[in-house]
């Protein structure tokens, strides 16, 4: 049988599909065997010129899958001549399209459709008759089996069994395949990437470096020992996104936790994932063997909470990126140079001048502010050297008086919340009561409504990420990680991107004044775990006051100098 319009030979549509809506499938089922089967029944009933179109891991309850869609544009390409499926379940497991696809587009388009296992064939009009009920029994098994597998998965995420394939860096337990271990291979490009972000570089340096050496991505490293990938599109092998790096650093799993129930979707049809509230995601820690030291982790993720420019477009690395804010409105300093002059690099307030209401610019210089830091940083080691018992003691206290401090602060805030959501509520009642005195149209009525309900869901997410924030607390190893971070820079003497973002949280700078002749300029740096250390008479006891504050001649007849410090 020959199948042509307008002297061009049309092609014969395979197409197969195979997903866990399926549930615990036969062998028959696998897309090998489908695809061998197709083409026996296409030869027998006479369509020798043939393509096949698959969607292998992907869910029959949506028609939103590569191998359809691309099936769909041959047909409206005219390239189509007929489509044939093992079964109707293979097609889709969504009544709705299937019947469209069915009865509107395949006739549309003069295309015949052949469900083998079933008997229909639009040609003869075979089993067309009871096809509407298989689509719907079709569909009714693919949401039980889903609402089966959530029900599973649920028991199996609240037991500490990790949910999902390992990500990069990990690899099933060949003795327990339920669990993971380290992929030496991975691994060590998973600590590359820390080490790579740790020491100033950015997602999308890190990305182009990986890319420059050949490492293959996650995608096709799995392609390439033999895993599947499903869902996942032909990509280079070795094209690394910022995207990618981005998601490896976030990843709780790589200091040795499982962390399930991560995302939901709310309906077995919409496989759209959203992300869980913090009471519903179940965390297991120590579950597997770390590939990324805790402190070192939770270090990266601060650093990335500060959503900031790692390099200028120039290309410069810019050290302190991420812990400059302005003295007076909190602001971020963004990093500048002059044009005539590219060696001269500064910082500014980026709320100045950009109607955010900061006065001035905050104007500071690099050399500078890397003197004064080195020079704070040296005063803070020369005290660990002489006095570490002491310091230890110190910071321990500090470390308590300023978790006490932060809890005060979000105890406010979720009774804020709480307080504004009360409001809502009481508004809520009131339209309802105006409505129905008449004193409101129920246009007014649905607009009200609308916005209040709104503002209420919103403040509904708030208020559960401000009680899991309320929740979280800091313990005393934070101390013993702080003071191991400064020994291991007691020798440094130059800084480096690394060495700020270990030992310090913000550094505060206020605009420079004049005084007696000499602008002065305040700066405030406040150490990860215990905050500013210089504003008691206590603090400057145990830490040796500066006997020569920093001081540089920015031209001419001008020189600026740091406050020094003095107890308040």
């Known amino acids: 049988m020959k199948h042509a319009e307008g002297g061009k030979a049309k092609l014969a549509a395979l197409y197969e599909r195979l997903s866990r809506?399926?549930?615990?499938?036969?062998?028959?089922?696998?897309?090998i065997n489908q695809k061998i089967f197709l083409e026996q029944e296409a030869k027998r009933l006479g369509?020798?010129?043939?393509?096949?179109?698959?969607?292998?891991?992907?869910?029959?309850?949506?028609i939103n899958r590569p191998g359809i869609q691309k099936l769909i544009k041959d047909i409206k390409k005219g390239k189509i001549c007929a489509v044939l499926v093992k079964d109707l379940s293979r097609l889709g497991r969504n009544y709705i399209e299937n019947g469209r696809l069915q009865e509107e587009f395949f006739p549309e388009h003069d295309v015949r459709f052949i469900s083998l296992m079933d008997g229909v064939d639009s040609a003869s009009g075979s089993n067309f008759d009871h096809y509407a009920y298989i689509n719907v029994t079709n569909q009714q098994l693919a949401i039980t089996t889903s609402r089966k597998l959530k029900l599973t998965n649920s028991i199996k995420g609240a037991s500490g069994i990790p949910l999902g394939r390992p990500p990069y860096g990990y690899m099933k337990n060949p003795e327990n395949k339920k669990f993971w271990v380290i992929d030496e291979n991975t691994a060590k490009v998973v600590k590359s990437i820390f080490e790579m972000y740790l020491s100033g570089y950015g997602t999308?340096?890190?990305?182009?470096?990986?890319?420059?050496?050949?490492?293959?991505t996650p995608t096709a490293y799995r392609r390439q020992t033999g895993r599947r990938c499903p869902g996942r599109t032909a990509e280079p092998p070795g094209r690394w996104h910022a995207?990618?790096?981005?998601t490896i650093l976030r990843r709780q799993e790589y200091v040795g936790d499982v962390v399930n129930h991560k995302t939901y979707s709310k309906t077995p049809k919409n496989k759209k994932?959203?992300?869980n509230s913090p009471e519903n995601i179940k965390i297991f820690k120590g579950v597997h063997r770390r590939i990324i030291d805790r402190t070192k982790f939770e270090t990266v993720q601060q650093i990335m909470s500060k959503s900031k420019k790692r390099a200028s477009l120039s290309?410069?690395?810019n050290i302190f990126a991420g812990l400059l804010v302005c003295g007076d409105c909190g602001g971020n300093l963004n990093m500048h140079c002059v044009q005539s002059n590219p060696d001269m690099v500064y910082y500014s307030c980026s709320n100045n001048n950009s109607g955010r209401g900061c006065p001035t610019t905050h104007h500071i210089r690099r050399d500078f502010l890397e003197q004064v830091v080195m020079a704070e940083l040296r005063e803070l080691m020369k005290c660990l050297e002489e006095r570490e018992a002491d310091f230890a003691v110190y910071m321990k206290k500090r470390l308590w008086q300023k978790v006490d401090a932060e809890k005060t602060e979000r105890r406010q805030e979720l009774e804020r919340l709480s307080k504004r959501k009360k409001e809502l509520d009481m508004l809520s009642r009131k339209v309802y009561e105006d409505n129905a005195a008449g004193k409101i149209s129920d246009d007014s009525l649905r607009t009200l409504s609308s916005v209040y309900?709104?503002?209420?869901?919103?403040?509904?997410?708030?208020i559960k990420t401000a009680e899991a924030r309320l929740s979280m607390t800091e313990d005393e190893s934070a101390v013993d990680n702080f003071i191991a971070s400064v020994r291991k820079y007691t020798r440094v003497t130059k800084l480096s991107a690394r060495m700020l973002n270990e030992l310090i949280d913000k550094i505060e700078v206020f605009d420079a004044k004049k005084q007696n002749g000499v602008w002065?300029?305040?700066?405030?740096?406040?150490?990860?775990?215990?905050?500013?250390?210089?504003?008691?008479q206590e603090e400057q006891r145990l830490i040796h006051k500066m006997q020569q504050p920093v001081e540089i001649t920015t031209r001419p007849g001008v020189t600026l100098t740091n406050t020094p410090r003095t107890p308040a």
């Open 520 to 536: 002065v300029q305040r700066i405030n740096i406040y150490y990860r775990c215990i905050g500013s250390i210089y504003t008691r």
């Open 21 to 31: 809506d399926d549930g615990t499938t036969s062998e028959s089922n696998s897309i």
């Open 204 to 216: 999308y340096e890190i990305a182009k470096l990986l890319t420059e050496k050949g490492i293959p």
């Open 243 to 246: 995207s990618v790096v981005n």
């Open 315 to 317: 290309g410069r690395k």
């Open 453 to 462: 309900e709104q503002e209420k869901a919103e403040l509904s997410e708030k």
């Open 273 to 275: 994932r959203y992300r």
């Open 47 to 62: 369509f020798y010129n043939f393509r096949h179109y698959t969607d292998d891991g992907y869910s029959g309850l949506n």
